[in-house]
């Protein structure tokens, strides 16, 4: 959400240009392709992966939980060389992810039409992060 150009006090979603504009995405799932690599060589030592599982109540990480790894790429289009892309966005990968989503394809609709008063309420951070070790 984003606060609307027309009436300040409003939100508006980021699936769609305004407030009776068409949706970006139909069903409200935006899909991005993101590749990781833990082999930077501009990077010396850095904290290892952290061996236990990262969950608990908090939303974001309290220490570096990424260590040597780093994103290589990302695109919500086209992936790969010019002549040879493959779409990142195929209907399995969308339905697995509307799925995924907590959200029902009519909520994630609702939330991107019109104008909104507030933006959606958060949930509790799923798995989230542990607090900081002692």
Request: charged share 20%; proline share 13%; hydrophobic share 30%.
């Given at each position: 959400?984003?606060?609307?150009?027309?009436?300040?006090?409003?939100?508006?979603?980021?699936?769609?240009?305004?407030?009776?504009?068409?949706?970006?995405?139909?069903?409200?799932?935006e899909i991005w392709r993101v590749e990781l690599?833990?082999?930077?060589?501009?990077?010396?030592?850095?904290?290892?992966?952290?061996?236990?599982?990262?969950?608990?109540?908090?939303?974001?990480?309290?220490?570096?939980?990424?260590?040597?790894?780093?994103?290589?790429?990302?695109?919500?289009?086209?992936?790969g060389l010019v002549g040879e892309a493959?779409?990142?966005?195929?209907?399995?990968?969308?339905?697995?992810?509307?799925?995924?989503?907590?959200?029902?394809?009519?909520?994630?609709?609702?939330?991107?039409?019109?104008?909104?008063?507030?933006?959606?309420?958060?949930?509790?951070?799923?798995?989230?992060?542990?607090?900081?070790?002692?």
């Open positions: 959400m984003f606060t609307s150009t027309d009436d300040p006090n409003k939100y508006l979603s980021t699936n769609t240009e305004s407030a009776s504009g068409p949706l970006r995405y139909a069903d409200g799932v690599t833990d082999h930077d060589p501009r990077v010396g030592d850095a904290p290892g992966s952290p061996a236990v599982a990262q969950r608990g109540p908090l939303p974001g990480p309290t220490d570096d939980v990424f260590g040597r790894w780093f994103i290589t790429g990302s695109s919500s289009g086209l992936w493959e779409d990142v966005d195929p209907a399995e990968v969308r339905q697995q992810c509307g799925e995924a989503m907590p959200d029902d394809v009519g909520a994630r609709i609702a939330m991107s039409t019109g104008l909104h008063d507030s933006p959606p309420p958060h949930g509790d951070p799923i798995p989230g992060w542990p607090g900081k070790a002692q």
